[in-house]
């Protein structure tokens, strides 16, 4: 199963390189690896956004998530993703009005709480979403979608739920209710392996004091629409006050780092594990 994506991985790579070949980027390195910078700059929750016309979900969803705390099927399921156990595939309906269904809104794209090998769907979420909809007795569905648009689904009643490694966020608390949180997460840094800048950094302040000093002649790259695009622009509700660099925003974090080792930007900011998920998997290529 991870050599499924560290394939889809390896094929974005290679039409990334075959583009760049033929684009004259202002940025230059040689370098094919990438390291994280293993700091992390922020503190979050991560919870699951529940319609908010549907309270009696959102109790459910929470009795769910004390459950398998508990129970420990929840530290089981991380286990398949962060301790080497084998990951499960999660497959989803088709759509249909007329039965009993939990339509989960994600972005498949966000290893390794969602992501897809073929037309099976795999991580932390996704098994979680598959549980959640056996204990209600419901048949799932999983809509796969760019990542802005999945608490927005839910507030038009498209979905019942978002599942995307979602950060408790005040702004989208308009289209959703968050349920209890279930993982802590934070952002970090991806730079080309061969990238010496914040080597002698101890904390999120010796990193935040270089970032600070560059202009917009540097470039970071970021998921469209995820905290490391509010970290690295600002954001008044999490009090980040931004960077005076350039901005650049991509569908994956897996884009994001494959035009860095093009050349293409400096570094990229994304949640730990897919940070770590992205740079094993391109590391094992090169």
């Known amino acids: 199963m991870k050599k499924g994506f560290i394939f889809t991985v390896a094929m974005l790579m290679l039409c990334s390189f075959i583009f760049t070949g033929c684009n004259s980027g202002s940025k230059s390195s040689t370098a094919k690896r990438a390291k994280v910078i293993d700091i992390p700059l922020t503190q979050e929750e991560y919870a699951f956004g529940v319609d908010k016309s549907q309270p009696e979900l959102l109790e459910k969803v929470n009795e769910f998530i004390s459950k398998i705390k508990a129970d420990g099927t929840l530290e089981k399921i991380n286990d398949k993703y962060f301790g080497g156990g084998e990951p499960k595939a999660v497959e989803s309906a088709v759509e249909d009005s007329s039965k009993d269904q939990l339509v989960v809104a994600t972005n498949a794209a966000f290893e390794p709480f969602e992501y897809m090998v073929g037309d099976k769907y795999y991580g ?12 209600l007795g ?14 927005l689904s839910v507030g038009q ?3 019942d739920i978002a599942m995307s490694g979602l ?6 608390k308009e289209y959703v209710t968050f349920t209890d949180t279930y993982y802590n997460a934070s952002q970090k840094l991806i730079v080309r392996e ?5 080597d002698n950094c101890k904390t999120a302040a010796d990193v935040e004091e270089i970032l600070s000093k560059f202009s917009s002649n540097t470039s970071a790259g970021v998921q469209l629409g995820t905290t490391g695009q509010f970290y690295v622009e600002g954001d008044e509700d999490w009090g980040f006050e931004g960077f005076n660099v350039k901005c650049i925003g991509y569908k994956s974090g897996s884009l994001a780092v494959q035009d860095m080792l093009n050349g293409n930007i400096d570094f990229v900011v994304i949640d730990e594990a897919p940070a770590q998920s992205i740079v094993r998997a391109i590391n094992e290529l090169n």
């Open 194 to 198: 061969d990238d010496t800048t914040f």
């Open 167 to 172: 950060t408790v966020k005040e702004d989208r």
């Open 124 to 135: 932390i979420d996704m098994e979680f979403a598959e549980l959640l909809a056996e204990h």
């Open 157 to 159: 009643g498209k979905a």
């Open 138 to 151: 419901k048949e799932l569905v999983i809509k796969n979608m760019d990542f802005d648009a999945v608490c």
